[in-house]
């Protein structure tokens, strides 16, 4: 399971565009937490504590502990969206869902290979389809990630949603048939040995129809010979 997060957060009045751009220049990030359970309320954080927690991170839907300064009160809360500015990349808003610990949930979490295919070592190619997973469960036993030992996946043969091993109270709302990981055998490895028997092939059917251009003069020469005489 993940390990929740502490953030520090204070409620904040202001709003607009021109507001939220002078709190990001202040080192604050503009966000907002709600819920089921929990009415709206705008927040702001510091930028430094944000990016602290999302570098030691694996994944951006994080499980917090939002600790309200002004209010007194302390959210756990799932962090449900971080907005980027597409240029430099950063944090503009965040957005959070706040959750009971009884509270069934819905996250998005990666996929980790774990080992080397045998596949790969006899020369095959490694294909990662699904990259990461929809899972639903309790807040305390969400999981950062969730692996998968591809150790023993051969030449041709895949590995799928259903041989991902979750952890306890953790359900994949995704097929079981989807496929997560296969390895393909090398097409140019296959085609080698077809292409010289191929070009053998062509060769001597050249070297048949030659000759029998040049017999053809030498036969015609002594018949016209015959003729004269």
Do not use: W
Not at 67 to 88: F, R, S, W
């Amino acid at each position: 399971m993940s390990k929740t997060q502490q953030l520090t957060a204070h409620t904040r009045k202001r709003s607009g565009t021109g507001a939220l751009n002078q709190l990001r220049r202040e080192g604050l990030i503009p966000a907002v937490v709600y819920g089921k359970h929990q009415k709206s309320l705008n927040l702001r954080l510091n930028r430094k504590e944000v990016l602290s927690v999302l570098h030691h991170s694996v994944s951006e839907q994080i499980l917090v502990s939002l600790a309200i300064e002004d209010t007194k009160e302390t959210l756990l809360a799932l962090l449900q969206d971080v907005q980027h500015n597409p240029l430099t990349g950063a944090v503009l808003h965040m957005d959070f869902h706040a959750v009971r610990e009884d509270e069934i949930i819905h996250a998005h979490v990666p996929i980790e290979l774990v080992g080397e295919a045998a596949g790969v070592k006899a020369g095959g190619l490694l294909e990662f389809l699904t990259h990461s997973l929809n899972i639903t469960c309790l807040p305390l036993d969400l999981p950062e990630k969730v692996t998968l030992d591809i150790t023993n996946l051969g030449l041709n043969e895949t590995m799928h949603v259903s041989d991902l091993v979750l952890p306890k109270g953790v359900k994949a709302e995704a097929d079981g048939g989807i496929v997560v990981v296969l390895v393909a055998e090398l097409r140019g490895g296959a085609a080698e040995p077809v292409a010289p028997a191929a070009d053998a092939a062509k060769g001597p059917a050249k070297k048949a129809a030659a000759p029998a251009k040049t017999d053809a003069p030498a036969v015609a020469a002594p018949a016209k010979k015959a003729a004269k005489k």
